[in-house]
């Protein structure tokens, strides 16, 4: 049996780190899975308890050279979010911080070096000094000092390029400081690129301020899940009322919500009514009416009425923790196409410092005097310009955004593999039960015994008996009954306002229906075989019994004092959104099946109300994962509906399995994406949802490698003999900026999706 820990890494700057301590993890004993996501600083193992644990994870992930600790034990998702954003906002400071002092001696170099070249070049040379030490062995040190970790550990990184190309340009800058009349002497014109340093290093921080800032926008979702919980609740103990902080709640808390206040933690009604805003946990607008007993979650809108509720679930067990929990390991996963960009960048950085080193030579043998200048500053634009910041960001940035926007929609997509699945279905099979229609029964009609001169008022000639008449008479007999036909027919008659009587000499005959006495008349309520054998003749009902069948609902036969009296219309209605989202689907080109274990007739019926383009019926659990892998044979994609319970079996072996939840039962752990808000209009915005992100992050790689394939060539030098153009590594750590934020904010364009 495997766990599955989260493990916060510091210190990672780009896909090669992250493929790095990847690759290490996978290699140690006890580990079955990782995942390192640069987006959300994390590792997340999968490992043997027996073999490892998550301390000897730590000091793998450490061994590496990046900093790991585990997160504090029993923190709440909201929590450990709320850390890792406390930390993310201090690294941007930090960052801030850096970059203004960089580009404030950058400034000042340019100013000062430009009047007084003219007058004391030496001079010059000893101030650009004392302005670039700050840059280098403070706002750049971060630079050379995981460079150097790189080193020791035998691979290579972004830094190591920054820190090559920089250092190159500032050691020979400094020699030639130190050394310039020795170089006069020789007939050399001594020239720095302390200004060249200064420059590229600010430009770098700038790239990772703006990397920063936008990478802490991708989790905006998340962000606003956790504002909407409350900071206090209103608890009554010991008769008293007091105002703790919601993380003080315990599970019984008796808690007070006044209208127009959010609910700190999931509980159960005790007292009073009102309707509440549900909408941050399905993305449904309408507010749901709550009355006692009824279940209410945390962070959700109470609207116009005073609830007292019981708490049942609290800190890391409520549905929002869970919810941000599931997302943020969405948001840490990697989709597959990632795996391209990860092969690239595990021998991207040894290529290119072959490259620059290919340059310095043949600029250093055939370019133009001074040769060994052209050499160097070719071979330091080579390196800063080839940084593989775009590259790692491409498809995290994507899926983090994408996954993030699907929770706001009510739509929980559980990695990036899920993502980039659904986006590439042909097939989408949907369950009947529970999933296009409501998995509720319900009464669709009452139907009286037709007569010669029968009133379309519902009155008969028999007695005067009406329909609400019969609907007492059947709903008091199955007043004490727990059978879900049972419970539809006390439901309608509730809904009418009737008042029920209690039953006598109740007999249930299973299969077939219960009878007994109600206000001193013989009851019985059943079907076709029930009435047999009580021999009531029920001939004058076949007619609207086959009309019942032919719209999906199922006929119960009413007989009074052995007479037949009249029918029920029971059925499962359609959820009013199916039609909508089978269109939806149509539209997205795809086909549309629907399996179920009912009758054919019924199923018929349903597939025409929703316009599904094939029906499979009268199927059990293990014929619907038949069912399945049948069309998977046709090398179709297949995306499995269902409710998460006895659809588990065709779900797991369907390509992508999407399960209907309600945000507070199992279904939320069934499927790689659960739809929380509870109908299919989820189902056509999860696989919208996934092909534009597949879009997004194809655009990303293509031009993060376009910009790789042309800039290196152009900064080695290329265009130089035909056009007599030269990059300066100023430049070159220009474009490496743009190239990240370009990825980056068209990642962002996913929020609006």
Sequence with gaps: MTETCSIPVSGMTCAACSARIQRTLEKTPGVV????????????????????????????????????????????????????????????????????????????????????AQVSPDAVHWILL?????????????????????????????????AIGTGAAFLFSVFVTVADRWLVARGVTPQV??????WIVTLVLLGNLLEARAKGRTSSAVRRLIGLRPDTARVRRDGQEIDIPTSQVVVGDEILIRPGERIPVDGMVLEGTS????????????????????????????????LSIRATRVGRDTVLSHIIRLVRQAQGSKAPIQRLADRISAVFVPVVISIAIATFVVWFDVGPEPNYLHALISAVTVLIIACPCAMGLAVPTAVMVATGRGAE????????????RAGSVQTVVLDKTGTITAGRPSVTAVELVPVPGDATDGSSSTGGATRDDLLQLAASLERRSEHPLAEAVVEAAHGRGLALDEPEAVVAD???????????????????????????DVAALDALARAVADDGATPVFVAVDGRAAGLLAIADPVKPSS???????????LEVVMLTGDDRRTADSVARAVGVDRVVAEVLPDRKLDEVKRIQAERKVVAMVGDGLN?????????????????????????????????LLGVPQAIELSRRAMRVIKQNLFWAFVYNVIGIPIAAGALYPAFGILLTPAMAAAAMAVSSISVVSNSLRLRTA
């Design 579 to 589: 039609r909508e989202a089978v269109g939806r689907l149509h539209a997205l080109g």
């Design 130 to 162: 004392g302005l670039t030490l700050p840059v280098v062995f403070w706002s750049g040190r971060h630079f050379y000092t995981r460079a150097w970790v790189a080193f020791r550990h035998r691979s290579a990184d972004m830094n190591t390029l920054i």
């Design 193 to 198: 690129y302390y200004d060249a340093v200064v």
């Design 647 to 679: 659809d588990a079996p065709a779900l797991a072996q369907a390509d992508v399995g999407i399960a209907i939840g309600t945000g507070t039962d199992v279904a939320m752990e069934t499927g790689t994406v659960t739809l929380i808000r509870g109908d």
């Design 510 to 536: 299973p299969g077939k229906g219960v009878t007994g006495r109600v206000k001193g008349r013989d009851v019985a309520l059943g079907n076709r075989g029930l009435m047999q054998d009580r021999g009531v």
């Design 33 to 116: 899975g990782a995942g390192v996501s640069l987006m959300t600083n994390t590792a997340t193992v999968d490992f043997d308890p027996a073999a490892t644990s998550p301390e000897r994870l730590v000091d793998a992930i450490r061994g590496t050279g990046y900093g790991a600790e585990l997160p504090t034990p029993g923190l709440s998702a909201e929590e450990l979010f709320q850390t890792q954003d406390v930390e993310r906002a201090e690294e941007v400071a930090d960052l801030r911080r850096k970059f203004w002092v960089s580009a404030g001696l950058a400034v000042l170099a340019m100013a000062l070096s430009m009047p007084m």
């Design 409 to 420: 929609r009510g739509v929980l997509i559980k990695g990036g593999e899920a993502l980039e």
């Design 275 to 306: 309707t509440v805003d549900e909408s941050m946990l399905t993305g449904e607008p309408m507010p749901v009416a709550k009355a006692p007993g009824a279940i209410v979650v945390g962070a959700t809108l109470n609207r116009n009425g005073a």
